[in-house]
């Protein structure tokens, strides 16, 4: 209760502080966020909406208590503290797709100052499939394209979307303890993947989804009409069988699907620029040198991965910008009738 009073005395306060100023000075609006990865992505949320006008500055819900998560940010800012200068920015999770079923998702979906990312978490936008051969660049200094991962991608979605309705399914109908997230990750692990032969893991994947499904009707049977009806809604929602991988757990993806299919493929592109340099024409010692020149040139995989910002042409972001450009418009439509 007193966090809550608190945040409420600091959105009364940001704005009588804007109030206060000038019409020449900008107004500032905080866009609260639910952790540090979380500052920069939406910061190229925010940017473009910048101008003479307002700014944004995006922080964590408490700097006294450090408590974290979407649940810190959705407790403390939605019921009745956030506001035309105080802002929730959090990760859709399934939130989105259970389209109010749960207290949360209906928060989330209704609350004006409220924005998510519409696939399930920031992570899913770092992972966007046509940005992950620019990501290999920037790791290896290697522009060659030893790997298709638009395709890739599209076949491993196909592969588990499908199942991705079920899980939805019982996240809707509270059934998810007889069919978790934690079983869907599971399955969707494509574990053994090599880039000579990437096949082999998706057909592990679609052993394995096609299996559970099978399990799942077993289970439940009877559920066809539900289910057919749940997967034209969550095509509607965005969900295609070709993009199915942004709405799956943000973490999951990043960690146990691309994170190690880029180490692959980069290693392969290292190993090519490194023979490149041995195979060259120049005396040793200059090949020594370029070599250490290239080595220093080394960047981690899933640092450059958290700085993949190409996630910005994706149709998703471009819902969340249109979310808040018509906030954007609505609030100074108010602020207009109100002068």
Avoid at 95 to 107: I, N, P
Wanted: include cysteine; charged fraction near 25%.
């Amino acid at each position: 209760m007193a966090h809550r009073l608190k945040d409420n005395i600091n959105s009364q306060y940001f704005q009588a502080a804007n109030a206060l100023k000038t019409k020449q000075a900008r107004r500032r609006i905080v866009a609260y966020v639910e952790s540090y990865d979380d500052v920069y992505f939406w910061r190229t949320v925010l940017s473009p909406f910048e101008n003479e006008e307002r700014y944004f500055e995006v922080m964590l819900p408490s700097k006294q208590t450090l408590v974290r998560g979407k649940k810190s940010v959705l407790m403390n800012f939605i019921e009745g503290q956030t506001g035309p200068d105080m802002i929730a920015c959090v990760d859709a999770d399934y939130d989105y797709l259970l389209q109010g079923e749960t207290a949360c998702s209906e928060k989330i979906l209704n609350s004006p100052y409220v924005f998510h990312t519409y696939v399930y978490a920031i992570e899913n936008y770092q992972c966007y499939a046509p940005s992950l051969h620019n990501v290999c660049v920037s790791v290896t200094l290697n522009d060659h394209r030893i790997f298709d991962f638009e395709e890739y991608f599209r076949q491993f979605s196909e592969a588990i979307f499908p199942l991705f309705v079920w899980s939805i399914w019982a996240y809707r109908t509270d059934n998810y303890k007889r069919f978790s997230l934690t079983d869907f990750n599971r399955i969707c692990d494509p574990g053994g993947f090599t880039v000579q032969e990437p096949e082999r893991s998706l057909q592990n994947v679609r052993r394995k989804a096609f299996n559970k499904v099978r399990e799942l009707q077993r289970m439940f049977p009877g559920n066809k009409e539900a289910y057919l009806k749940l997967k034209d809604e969550l095509q509607q929602l965005g969900v295609k069988p070709q993009n199915t991988y942004l709405y799956i757990q943000g973490h999951h993806l990043f960690d146990t699907v691309t994170a190690p299919i880029l180490s692959k493929v980069c290693n392969l592109l290292r190993q090519e620029r490194q023979t490149e340099i041995s195979n060259s024409q120049a005396h040793r010692t200059q090949k020594r040198n370029e070599m250490s020149c290239y080595e220093n040139t080394r960047q981690d995989i899933k640092t450059m991965l958290k700085k993949n910002t190409g996630y910005v042409f994706s149709e998703p972001f471009h819902r969340i910008q249109e979310d808040m450009r018509r906030y954007l418009e609505s609030f100074t439509h108010k602020i207009t009738q109100t002068s």
